[in-house]
């Protein structure tokens, strides 16, 4: 998604924008998947400028981090051990799993458990590139701090730094921990993926196609 068009799954929901954790009852842990996320339902996207064919080849997951059991929420994983410095990143969200991951050439780096949207306002799925980056920002229409946000689309669904905890969820944006938000505002940049998908995993040495 590109020049400031909504993917077609966010404008059949007609979801609100901004985010601000409200209480709803979810469950209290979600397992960590046994594979990594793909979407395989979403449209091609148009190229991103900063992709050249190098990186428009099929991206491949070579290693995803050793969790073992579920994840607890407000838990996350970073280490970096083993991957490489520099390559491309890709995002990955699964909404079913309450799960995010990051992956640098192709090696996950940092895995979250997070919130998302509810039902009145909920996550839509879909690929997207970051189009803006405000580690200080504070949303115009609850008047609440997002520290970390990375913007996704131009109605205001973004990821963020939130309060990760049971009995909570967003107005549609992704809810992480704020210590894992830093880490991810810092290793990301203007132009990666992001996928957002619903239960749908692909086993490691597989493409990602929608990336």
């Known amino acids: 998604m590109s020049g400031g068009m909504l993917h077609p799954s966010y404008l059949a929901l007609g979801v609100a924008a901004m985010c601000?954790?409200?209480?709803?009852?979810?469950?209290?842990?979600?397992?960590?998947?046994a594979h990594v996320l793909v979407s395989r339902v979403v449209p091609p996207v148009t190229k991103l400028p900063h992709q050249d064919e190098a990186a428009s080849a099929a991206y491949t997951i070579k290693r995803?981090?050793?969790?073992?059991?579920?994840?607890?929420?407000?838990?996350?994983?970073w280490d970096e051990a083993?991957?490489?410095s520099t390559g491309r990143v890709i995002v990955t969200v699964d909404l079913a799993a309450q799960v995010i991951s990051i992956f640098r050439d192709g090696y996950e780096i940092g895995t979250a458990a997070v919130l998302y949207g509810a039902d009145a306002k909920p996550t839509p799925t879909g690929v997207y590139p970051i189009t803006q980056k405000d580690a200080t920002h504070v949303s115009n229409i609850y008047d609440a701090p997002m520290p970390y946000m990375l913007r996704?689309?131009?109605?205001?669904?973004?990821?963020?730094?939130?309060?990760?905890r049971d009995g909570y969820m967003t107005h549609g944006c992704i809810g992480v921990p704020t210590a894992?938000?830093?880490?991810?505002?810092?290793?990301?940049?203007?132009?990666d993926t992001?996928?957002?998908t619903r239960g749908e995993k692909l086993d490691v040495g597989k493409p990602v196609t929608a990336a």
């Open 194 to 196: 992001v996928i957002v």
């Open 180 to 191: 894992f938000a830093k880490k991810l505002f810092e290793a990301v940049k203007l132009g």
């Open 20 to 33: 601000a954790a409200t209480s709803v009852t979810i469950a209290a842990t979600r397992s960590v998947p």
């Open 152 to 164: 996704l689309t131009n109605d205001g669904i973004s990821i963020h730094a939130s309060e990760v």
């Open 64 to 77: 995803v981090l050793p969790i073992k059991g579920a994840m607890h929420m407000g838990e996350f994983h």
């Open 82 to 84: 083993g991957a490489p």
